[in-house]
C-alpha cells in the first residue's frame, strides 16, 4: 500500500474476544458484520482505517459512501469540537446559528426551484417524508420507482424498494409502483453505446448510431403511467447510480425524459 505518515494510537481498550462476547450476548443478530473474523477497528485517518492490532486497511467503502471526506479530517473535526464546546442540543422550538448558517450554504449550491431545507436523521426517514409531502402537495396517492432501486428500511420507505433481500414479511408498498430497471448492462436493451458515463458496458447493442434504449425504457415507465397509475403519480425516486443495486449507471437522457415524462405525462 502507499506510504502513510500516521502512527496510531495503540489500542487499550476492550479485547477482540471479549468484543465478540458482548456482541452476541447483547447486540440485535440482525447487525451481520462482514466476514468470518470480523474487523474490529479503533482508529481511522481520512483515507485509512487501523484495526485493534495496528493492521492499516485503505478504506474504499466509505461507511456506505457517508465518509465522503474521509475520516476525522481536521476541518470537521475542529468544526465539531468547536460546537460541542459550545451548545449540544436543545429542540427545534428554539433558533441555533449553525442550522441556518448550513441552510443558506447547501441552498446556494441548488436550483432557484430548490430553496427550502427540511433536515432529518437518515436517508429512509427523507424518503418518508418525501412521499408525505408529495402527495399532500399533489393531492395524487401513485408513486412510481424502479426495480433493482433501494431507497430505504422503513416499513414506509421500503415499499419503495425492489430488492427481496431487503423486505420483510409486514405490508409495504400500497401505491408504490414499480417500473423496469433501466440498465444498459443487464437489462432488456443497452449496452456499450447508451451509459451516461465515461465507462461503457461491455456488451454490444443494436442501437443504430445514438443510444435509443432510454427511450424504449421510457416506453416502460409509460406503461405503468398508462395502467398502473390513477393520473399524474404524486412522486417518481430515481438514483443517479443506483447503489445497493451494483453501480448501475442508466441510459443517457434517460433521467430527464423521465422527469419530464412524469411531470407532462402525455393523454393515452
Not at 465539531?80 to 443558506?104: C, F, G, S, V
Not at 446556494?108 to 418518508?128: I, M, W, Y
Request: aromatic share 10%.
Amino acid at each position: 500500500m502507499p506510504p502513510c505518515d500516521v502512527t496510531p494510537e495503540t489500542y487499550k481498550g476492550r479485547d477482540y474476544d471479549e468484543t465478540m462476547r458482548v456482541k452476541k450476548k447483547h447486540i440485535s443478530p440482525t447487525k451481520v458484520p462482514a466476514y468470518s473474523e470480523p474487523l474490529l477497528l479503533t482508529q481511522g485517518k481520512m483515507q485509512w482505517l487501523w484495526d485493534h492490532e495496528g493492521r492499516r486497511y485503505l478504506d474504499m467503502f466509505a461507511g456506505i459512501v457517508t465518509v465522503s471526506v474521509g475520516h476525522c479530517h481536521p476541518v470537521v473535526a475542529d468544526g465539531l469540537k468547536d460546537q460541542i464546546d459550545r451548545l449540544w442540543h436543545t429542540t427545534n422550538l428554539y433558533l441555533t446559528p449553525p442550522m441556518h448558517e448550513y441552510a443558506e450554504k447547501l441552498t446556494a449550491t441548488l436550483p432557484d426551484h430548490l430553496k427550502v431545507c427540511f433536515f432529518t436523521n437518515s436517508g429512509s426517514e427523507a424518503n418518508d417524508l418525501a412521499m408525505a409531502l408529495s402527495r399532500q402537495y399533489t393531492k395524487s396517492f401513485d408513486v412510481i420507482s424502479f426495480r433493482n432501486a433501494y431507497h430505504g428500511g422503513s416499513p414506509y420507505s421500503v415499499g419503495l424498494t425492489a430488492h427481496g433481500t431487503w423486505k420483510h414479511n409486514y405490508p409495504n408498498g400500497f401505491g408504490i409502483h414499480h417500473s423496469v430497471n433501466p440498465d444498459p448492462y443487464k437489462g432488456i436493451w443497452g449496452g456499450s453505446k447508451c451509459r451516461d458515463s465515461p465507462i461503457q458496458a461491455d456488451r454490444e447493442c443494436g442501437c443504430m448510431g445514438e443510444c435509443e434504449a432510454g427511450g424504449k425504457y421510457l416506453g416502460q415507465l409509460r406503461e405503468v403511467l398508462d395502467y398502473s397509475v390513477s393520473g399524474r403519480p404524486a412522486a417518481l425516486f430515481a438514483e443517479p447510480i443506483q447503489g445497493v443495486g451494483g453501480a448501475v449507471q442508466f441510459p443517457k437522457n434517460f433521467l430527464k425524459g423521465a422527469f419530464d415524462l412524469v411531470h407532462n405525462p402525455l393523454p393515452s
